[in-house]
Nanobody
């Protein structure tokens, strides 16, 4: 049984940084991918960043390119999202998600197999 547990959310001023962590248990898919999605109040869920667990290939939403970095520590079964230069529009619930098999590109949220419960990120202007 796969479980994903997010941590690291909080409230910071615009321009600040946060690092989110996603600890995975029971997930051992070398051809899969893990990623971060977010949902702001009144908005649809959107993909933020994804990393392919086998080769480390990464994809980012245009809105976060150059500011966010996704990484993984396979020894700790943990995926991170380093968020710098945060903006008020980054305020959202951030969810970790995983997919058993990923081939190319950024998977849609509906294609992900497993989800965490989320961690709230609030950016004050």
């Amino acid at each position: 049984q796969v479980q994903l547990v997010e941590s690291g959310g909080g409230s910071v001023q615009a321009g600040g940084s946060l690092r989110l962590s996603c600890a995975a248990s029971g997930y051992a898919y070398s051809r899969g991918c893990m990623g971060w999605f977010r949902q702001a109040p009144g908005k649809e869920r959107e993909g933020v960043a994804v990393i392919y667990t086998g080769g480390g290939t990464t994809y980012y939403a245009d809105s976060v390119k150059g500011r966010f970095t996704i990484s993984q520590d396979n020894a700790k079964s943990t995926v991170y999202l380093q968020m710098n230069s945060l903006k008020p529009e980054d305020t959202a619930m951030y969810y970790c998600a995983a997919k058993r098999l990923c081939t190319v590109g950024f998977p849609l949220d509906v294609m992900m197999n497993y989800w965490g419960k989320g961690t709230l990120v609030t950016i004050a202007s």
